[in-house]
C-alpha cells in the first residue's frame, strides 16, 4: 500500500516537476495579472483586518477623522466668513454725508468740483433716492425700510483718494470736513479692513492647525502602523524566508495606511457635514430674523475630494515610513 | 550546484562557527550534514539561506555568487531553495493550505496553477484532506510535513532540512525521508542537518561531518 502510493507518487511528482519546469517561462502579461491579483488581495485582506479589530480600528479612525476635521471646519468658518463681507469693498474710500438742506443740483456740482483735487482720483454722487434703493438692496432689510414714512437717509458722495496710505486719506478727509454742505466725512472702510485682516490673520492660523494636525495624524499613522508590523513579526520573517521581496512585505501595510486614511477622511466629511447641518437651521432662523438670507455652505464636491485625497496620501506616507522603520530591522536569525 | 571554497564565518561576538569550509554539492545529490551542536550546521544552511553572509571565502549557487547580491537578488534567490525548518515556521492565522500556497503567492503565481501545485504538494505528504485545517490543530509530525510540502512547493532547486525527523518516531522519520529522496530523484540538491546517526546509517549517501566549525570528514556514509 506504502509502497504503492510512493510510486504514484514519484510518477506524479517528476510529472508535476515538467510541467513547473514548462510554466517557469512565466509571460509579462500573466505577472502583471498575477501582479494585479496581488494588490486586489492584499487590499482586501488589510481591510478585512481593520474591520476584524472594530474598536481598536474605530479609534485611530476617531483621532484621525477629527483632527481632519478641525482645521478642515476652521476653513469652512473662514470661507463663510469671507462670502459674508465679500459684497465689502476693502478699497479705502471716503463718504461725505450732506446735509439735508443741501439740494441734489448742489451735491452733483460739490462731486464735480472735488474731482479737480489732486488727492481725489474719483467722486460718486448718491441721491438720498438711490442711496435707499442700494441700502435695501444690498442689506436685504426691505421690509423695514419700507415701513418707515421718510427716507432717513442722506445723499452721499463717495470719494476715492489717490492715495491708498492710512496718514493721506486721513488728512484728506479732515480737509473735507470743512467744505460747509459736509455734514459728516467718514472713512468708513477702517472696520471692513480691520475685519479682512482678522480673516487673514484666521487664515493663517487655520493654515498653521491644518500643517501641525496634518503631522499628528501621520505620526498616528506611523504609530498605528509600526505596532502592526510588529503584530506580524513571524509572518513577515516567514515571507521572507521564502523570498519574499521588500515590495511584497511593504504591500499589506501601505493599503492598511490607505484604508486608516481614507477611511478616517470620509469620517471627517460625515462629521463636518453633520455640524452643518446641525448648524444651518439656526444660522438660516438668525439671517431671518434680518430678512436676510444666508446659507453656509459646506466642502463642495472639488474640496471634498481634495480631503479625501489628501488624507489617503497621508495614510499611505504614514505607512511608508513605518515600514521603513521597521522593515529592515525585521530579518531572520 | 552548491560550491562552498575556503568558507568561514565568525559572527559579531567573536564565534567562529565555520572554519575555512569547502565541499561540493551537485544537482540531484542528496547529503546529510551532521556534527554536535554548535559544530556549525546550522550555520552552514543559514549562508545557504543567505541568512547570514560568509566572512571569508565564497559560497556560489549556480555559478553565482552569493557573497554580492543585492536585497532584491536575495528574495529571488530564495524562492530556488525549498527550507525545512525544525520549529516549522508555520503560520498559525491562516490554514494549511494557504502556508503552502505561501511561496507561490510571492512568486506571483495565478490562481488556477496555485491550487493545482499546492494540493499536488500537500498530496505528495499525505495531507490532502488537512488543507483547511488550521495547522495548530496538526500534530507536530504533520506539520513537519506542511513545512515540507511548503519547501516544495515551488519547485526548488535545493531542499534543505535542518533536523526534520527530530521530534518524529522511526516510522514517520522514514515517510520522510522518502519523501526527501523523490525530490532527489528529480534533480533536485537536497541538504540534510541532523544529528540522528540512527537514520543516517540507514542510508548511503552522502554525509559531512563538522567539528568546531571544521569540515572532518566527507563521504559516502559506509564509507565515513
Known sequence: MTANRNNTDASSSSAVARRGASSQVVTFREKTASYLQNHRYVAKDSLLRLWLHPIASLMTLAVIGIALALPSGFYLLLKNAQSLTKNWDGNAQISLFLSDATKEKQGIELSKTLLEMPEIEKTEFISRQQALKEFEAVSGLSDIMSGLSDNPLPAVITVYPTSSAPESIEALRKQLTEIPEVELAQLDSQWVRRLHSILKLGQRIVWALGVGLVLAVMLVVVNTIGLAIENRKEEIIVTKLVGATDGFVRRPFLYTGLWYGLAGGLLALMMLESVLIWLNNPVSDLAQLYNAHFILSGLGFINAMGMLLLAALIGVMGAWVAVGRHLREIEPH | ?224
Open chain 2, 1 to 224: 550546484m552548491i560550491r562552498f571554497e575556503q568558507v568561514s564565518k565568525r559572527y559579531p561576538n567573536g564565534h567562529d562557527a565555520l572554519k575555512q569550509v569547502s565541499f561540493h554539492l551537485r544537482s540531484g545529490e542528496m547529503s546529510f550534514l551532521t556534527g554536535h551542536s554548535g559544530a556549525g550546521k546550522s550555520t552552514v544552511l543559514k549562508l545557504l539561506m543567505h541568512i547570514e553572509k560568509a566572512s571569508q571565502g565564497q559560497v556560489f549557487f549556480n555559478q553565482q555568487n552569493l557573497n554580492n547580491l543585492s536585497r532584491h537578488s536575495i528574495a529571488l534567490y530564495r524562492r530556488s531553495i525549498g527550507m525545512v525548518y525544525q520549529n516549522h515556521q508555520l503560520l498559525f492565522d491562516r490554514s494549511v493550505f494557504d502556508n503552502v500556497a505561501l511561496p507561490l503567492i510571492i512568486a506571483g503565481y495565478n490562481q488556477r496553477d496555485m491550487g493545482r501545485r499546492v494540493r499536488a504538494a500537500l498530496d505528495k505528504v499525505g495531507l490532502l484532506s488537512k488543507e483547511n485545517l488550521n495547522p495548530l490543530t496538526l500534530s507536530g509530525g504533520e506539520q513537519q510535513r506542511v513545512g515540507i510540502a511548503r519547501a516544495v512547493v515551488n519547485k526548488p532547486a535545493l531542499l534543505l532540512a535542518d533536523e526534520p525527523t527530530g521530534n518524529l518516531d522511526p516510522t514517520l522519520s522514514a515517510e520522510i525521508m522518502d519523501i526527501f529522496q523523490q525530490f532527489s530523484q528529480v534533480g533536485v540538491a537536497v541538504m540534510i542537518a541532523t544529528h540522528d546517526l540512527a537514520l543516517i546509517s540507514r542510508y548511503d549517501h552522502r554525509l559531512l561531518v563538522l567539528e568546531n566549525g571544521k569540515l572532518v570528514k566527507d563521504g559516502a556514509v559506509h564509507e565515513v
